[in-house]
């Protein structure tokens, strides 16, 4: 049913929270007061520039569509972000996407971070190398200890998604990245520092972060929702999505690895608008895809749930019998009300204070 986000990245290469303080020690820092920093647009008809102080920023002229493939890329030597704890800068793009960070070590694994980005609005993002998902997909190369080793980060790259979920549009997956427009985008870049200040933990949510790391499908429209605006009563991600004959939708999150190893269950707080049958599907690193089913009522009553890992079942075009825990690299929640019970309905959902136990 649904495919891993780094192997879709690496076939080709919100209420709004308070702003991240700057990091105490900098290895890293660019402005683009006085040139580009060494930022290179690639792509075929890809263009940097650069807005002039007092508010100077990296402009990205970039093309989407299903032959086309962009990113804004910085190289780095080995070493020069050794000690690095904190990734932070902020983002702006003129049509609402996924912006894709993706971390490449010299000689090692491919790592990647999502962040949802609203349309003309600059969007806070940070996070420390431990939150970036390994690749783990068939053909991606080997990491020697499965996690981002800050001194061997030899490239850090930018690249919108939506250059990768139009190419599903006339497959299997197009029921689940509709109505992404082809043509020319802009994206703007300021304040890109790497420093050692230690961030807390994200949680498995990752909505300890600014940025929104989840991502719609179906057609679902995805915000960071403050607690005093949720529900849930607790920062949480909402999504706006309708669902009818044959239409599903819902969200998804990357896992970093071992992320839910030696756990025996989920635990989530969630809400709907409207009463609904979620599928939630484990995807590992193999193939493997596991399912279980929670009935949620609607009229935006929070529910306390805790999904035993031992209920979730192969799907059928699993390719593993057995779910590891260890394995797993995705989390898929999805509205199937329209398949189980031929429901057409607009639908909001709210989810908040996602663990592993």
């Given at each position: 049913m649904m495919f891993g986000l780094t192997s879709v990245l690496l076939l080709g290469l919100v209420g709004q929270p308070a702003a991240p303080q700057p990091p105490t020690t900098a290895l890293v820092r660019h402005d683009f007061s006085t040139s580009d920093d060494g930022w290179l647009g690639l792509g075929d008809i890809a263009k940097v520039s650069r807005t002039a102080p007092p508010a100077p920023t990296l402009h990205f002229e970039y093309m989407v569509g299903k032959d086309s493939l962009s990113a804004l890329v910085h190289t780095f030597e080995p070493g020069v972000l050794k000690g690095a704890q904190r990734l932070h800068f902020s983002a702006k793009t003129d049509t609402d996407t996924v912006l894709?960070?993706?971390?490449?070590?010299?000689?090692?694994?491919?790592?990647?971070?999502?962040?949802?980005?609203?349309?003309?609005?600059?969007?806070?993002?940070?996070?420390?190398?431990?939150?970036?998902?390994?690749?783990?997909?068939?053909?991606?190369?080997?990491?020697?200890?499965?996690?981002?080793?800050?001194?061997?980060?030899?490239?850090?790259?930018?690249?919108?998604?939506?250059?990768?979920?139009?190419?599903?549009?006339?497959?299997?997956?197009?029921?689940?990245?509709?109505?992404?427009?082809?043509?020319?985008?802009?994206?703007?870049?300021?304040?890109f520092s790497v420093g050692t200040a230690a961030l807390p933990a994200p949680g498995l949510d990752g909505l300890a972060r600014p940025q929104l790391s989840w991502i719609g499908v179906g057609g679902a429209d995805l915000k960071r929702t403050a607690a005093a605006k949720s529900p849930l009563t607790a920062t949480s991600v909402e999504a706006a999505y309708q669902v009818g004959s044959g239409k599903v939708a819902g969200i998804f999150h990357a896992l970093v690895s071992g992320a839910l190893a030696e756990k025996t269950s989920l635990t989530?707080?969630?809400?709907?608008?409207?009463?609904?049958?979620f599928l939630v599907q484990l995807e590992d690193d193999q193939g493997g895809k596991f399912n279980t089913t929670i009935?949620?009522?609607?009229?935006?009553?929070?529910?306390?749930?805790?999904?035993?890992?031992?209920d979730f079942k192969p799907d059928n075009d699993s390719k593993r019998d057995k779910l590891d825990a260890s394995r797993v690299k995705q989390l898929l929640i999805l509205d199937i009300s329209g398949l189980t019970e031929s429901v057409e309905q607009n639908n909001t959902l709210w989810l908040a204070n996602l663990e592993a136990k």
């Open positions: 894709a960070v993706l971390i490449q070590e010299k000689g090692g694994g491919r790592f990647s971070a999502t962040a949802t980005l609203p349309k003309n609005v600059w969007q806070e993002i940070e996070f420390s190398p431990s939150e970036l998902a390994l690749a783990r997909d068939k053909g991606d190369p080997a990491d020697a200890n499965g996690k981002l080793d800050a001194d061997q980060i030899e490239s850090v790259s930018l690249i919108d998604l939506h250059e990768f979920f139009i190419r599903t549009a006339d497959g299997p997956a197009k029921a689940l990245f509709p109505g992404i427009v082809a043509g020319p985008r802009e994206l703007w870049l300021k304040e989530l707080s969630v809400a709907v608008l409207k009463s609904a049958t009935e949620v009522p609607g009229v935006r009553s929070a529910r306390k749930l805790t999904l035993p890992l031992a």
